[in-house]
């Protein structure tokens, strides 16, 4: 029997192919996307996807969208709080499995799995320490499409701002620079 589960969405790149691994695996069963919002800019906090497209994604996907409104830059405190109260609901919804699209930051994996573990839940990485280059390489053989719409300046001229990440892109990316 499956797990129930609910994936933490982005909205981004990553999120979405750690999702189509998981809808392709038979031992979760995804029942709700949960986002963290912004309330004063109305986007997701992480990627600054706007709302209005991250409910767009959750219903072509078709999964159930739950939103963690949080205040603009909240304390550590003020996030703890919230997500407690939130895994403690879904823990009273018989949720027992977490899904994250993380790739490689090992605190932040840390993080997640220590929180969950406080209501009985796992943290699942279905991407975790694979390998970015086919990783890329899969999500637009998938057919999957993204625009990117910031760069970090160091590493990346502002003509990569608004491109399609594609097989030109890809060859136009600097061998210094991660391809996820």
């Known amino acids: 029997m ?4 609910f994936f933490n969405w982005s909205g981004g ?19 709700k996307l949960l986002t963290n919002v912004n309330k004063q ?8 996807v706007r709302e209005e497209l991250l409910e767009q994604q959750a219903s072509a996907i078709g999964i159930p969208l739950q939103k963690i409104v949080l205040p603009d830059q909240p304390s550590m405190l003020e996030y703890e709080e919230q997500m407690m109260q939130t895994m403690r609901q879904l823990q009273k919804e018989q949720f027992t499995h977490s899904l994250f699209g993380d790739i490689f930051l090992e605190d932040l994996k840390t993080y997640r799995e220590i929180q969950l573990s406080k209501v009985q839940m796992k943290a ?15 999500f637009i053989d ?3 499409k993204t625009v990117v ?19 030109d892109f890809l060859k136009d990316l600097p061998a210094n620079v991660d391809p996820c």
Do not use: N
Not at 2 to 5: G, I, L, M, T, V
């Open 149 to 167: 719409v910031c760069v970090k300046a160091e590493l990346l001229d502002e003509s990569f701002a608004g491109r399609v990440i594609d097989k």
């Open 142 to 144: 998938l057919g999957f």
């Open 41 to 48: 800019y109305g986007r997701i906090s992480m990627h600054g």
């Open 124 to 138: 699942v990485f279905p991407l975790w320490k694979l390998d970015t280059t086919q990783l890329i390489h899969e």
């Open 13 to 31: 790149k990553d999120s979405s192919l750690a999702l189509y691994h998981t809808l392709t695996d038979k031992s979760y069963q995804v029942e």
């Open 2 to 5: 499956p797990y129930k589960s």
